[in-house]
């Protein structure tokens, strides 16, 4: 298999969205490895049937669950000398280099807790007939919905109303049933569904603080206008979060851009140019999580704030990862605000 006479072979630096790929990315596709080796030193680890068969295959059996010993001690041989063969001429840059050369990174984890419509919905959800039966061995496609709309209610109660007063039932507000009694009249009527915020829309006094983590995040984002001159960088699993920031935004008269899955990609250069050229007026950023693969380097950032209710830690450090989509090299601060109670979708938890 070894073809590399190391004294022609060209030393080549890849950085895809920031980052060097080496053997742990056969985990994600094999066939992406080879072409990017390939295309560093052709045909230096033969066909493509001839790496899968030597190295990938062995490497990617000795991760399944069902591995026998034999399985994982070959995968580890073929992992080990795969990696001491490409690093003969892949030069690897970690972030040890960057290190020295940054300031330093503060994470924050805030819980917040339920304001008083969060608990009453909260409440009304768990004495459903549709919770009851679904933990009592009702349908099981019914569980991923329920565990949605929970996040949704984490998020901010709005969500909830929309989701009740959408033209399309939603199998997730079947545990949010009669439920419309709980909101106030008239603070939501405004925009309902609406993922981004209409010229002169306004939804009604205090809306934003009927939400814990909406609140405290409207408290922050005051603060950090009036006191600083930090541009924030917010990732949300949700469009329709992403559009009640950008309200907010709007009503304040917060200078914010927009970055989702519907956003082009000539579009996304510009708007990346936007936050980070330092002489723009530009305050926030809003990012689809859905939105990554698409290499953002958002040096003008310094705050990134991870709206997940249910605060993974694998997932918040996704968040600030290149894979991710999103690079902020000059980042000092991440602000993550998970609920209580929190929200697991594997085991039931009591907090």
Partial sequence: ?????????????????????????????????????????????????????????????AREPDATDADR?????????????????????????????????????????????QQALYNHFLASKATRAALNGGKATRVLPAINALRKLCNHPKLIYDMLHATKAEAAADGFQDAKQ????????????????TEGQRLGAGWEMVGGKFALLARMLDALRRDTKDRIVIVSNFTQTLGLVAQLCTERNYPYVVLDGSTSMKKRKDLVKRINDLTNNEFVFLLSSKAGG???NL???????????????HASARSEQPACGVTGHVSSTTHSAPMIPTIQPVRRRSV
């Fill in 73 to 117: 001690a070959r995968g580890q041989e073929r992992s080990t000398e795969l990696s001491v063969f490409v690093n003969q001429f892949v030069i690897r840059r970690t972030n040890a280099l960057l290190s020295a050369h940054l300031p330093p990174k503060v994470v924050e984890v805030v819980c917040c807790k339920l304001s008083p419509l």
């Fill in 294 to 296: 698409c290499g953002l």
């Fill in 299 to 313: 040096i003008g950032a310094n705050r990134l704030i991870v709206r997940n209710p249910r605060c993974p830690s």
């Fill in 182 to 197: 709980f909101f106030p009249p008239g603070m939501f009527e405004a925009g309902i569904g609406k993922k981004l915020p």
């Fill in 1 to 61: 298999m070894s073809r590399l006479r190391p004294s022609t072979a060209e030393a080549v630096e890849f950085e895809l969205n920031g980052s060097v790929w080496d053997v742990c990315t056969l985990g994600r596709n094999a066939g992406e490895f080879y072409a990017m080796i390939s295309f560093c030193n052709p045909g230096v680890l033969g066909t493509e049937g001839e790496f899968n068969k030597h190295y990938a295959n062995p490497i990617l059996n």
